[in-house]
T-cell receptor, first 114, second 116 residues
Framework: AQSVTQPDIHITVSEGASLELRCNYSYGATPYLFWYVQSPGQGLQLLLKYFSGDTLVQGIKGFEAEFKRSQSSFNLRKPSVHWSDAAEYFCAVDPYSGNTPLVFGKGTRLSVIA | SAVISQKPSRDICQRGTSLTIQCQVDSQVTMMFWYRQQPGQSLTLIATANQGSEATYESGFVIDKFPISRPNLTFSTLTVSNMSPEDSSIYLC?????????????FGPGTRLLVL
């Protein structure tokens, strides 16, 4: 079945440490790929997106993500985490390139400790 | 990008009552979606609301429970009818905006609903 998988429900990292959040999808073609962040009590904010081209995409707040076709993955990374990055992160897929609603993963909750 | 506002931002309601949530966009958009996010969960699509046509509901959601209006290209409402505590969730409005090269979905701040 077509799906988006975020295997890590909860991750805790120390402030200043690097971060990688995993996302895998199971769609036949290369879909559009997105990462959103939801801070406590807030709506969803777009971090970055991949449509085509360069497989390493840069986003806001120092985040980047790499699309790997062979692994059907779109992992989110940040070299140095700040306490304000503590939030829920959602990977999302648009399987039909802009004409249908996104399919979301279950989310990964990031906690940041001093 | 698109800037989306929702009203109310939060509400506490009694079971059996109804609440209408408003979604306003700062630009004209064709595609608009309503999502539900139950506590600690991911987003679940309720329906797609395109201007000029009836809303399309996802499996498990029906028009009698979640009637939607889309009177123009910048506005929509979602009503949660005959509420029960199970309806306590965040309800999010979302729109698609962008060029032919790539369209992006943007979200409103959400409406936090607690049903007692």
């Amino acid at each position: 079945a077509q799906s988006v998988t975020q295997p890590d429900i909860h991750i805790t990292v120390s402030e200043g440490a690097s971060l990688e959040l995993r996302c895998n999808y199971s769609y036949g073609a290369t879909p559009y790929l997105f990462w959103y962040v939801q801070s406590p009590g807030q709506g969803l904010q777009l971090l970055l997106k991949y449509f085509s081209g360069d497989t390493l995409v840069q986003g806001i707040k120092g985040f980047e993500a790499e699309f790997k076709r062979s692994q059907s993955s779109f992992n989110l990374r940040k070299p140095s985490v700040h306490w304000s990055d503590a939030a829920e992160y959602f990977c999302a897929v648009d399987p039909y390139s802009g004409n249908t609603p996104l399919v979301f993963g279950k989310g990964t909750r990031l906690s940041v400790i001093a | 990008s698109a800037v989306i506002s929702q009203k109310p931002s939060r509400d506490i309601c009694q079971r059996g009552t109804s609440l209408t949530i408003q979604c306003q966009v700062d630009s004209q958009v064709t595609m608009m979606f309503w999502y539900r996010q139950q506590p600690g969960q991911s987003l679940t699509l309720i329906a797609t609301a395109n201007q000029g046509s009836e809303a399309t509901y996802e499996s498990g959601f029906v028009i009698d429970k979640f009637p939607i209006s889309r009177p123009n290209l910048t506005f929509s409402t979602l009503t949660v009818s005959n509420m029960s505590p199970e309806d306590s969730s965040i309800y999010l409005c979302s729109v698609v905006s962008g060029t032919a090269r790539g369209k992006t979905q943007y979200f409103g701040p959400g409406t936090r609903l607690l049903v007692l």
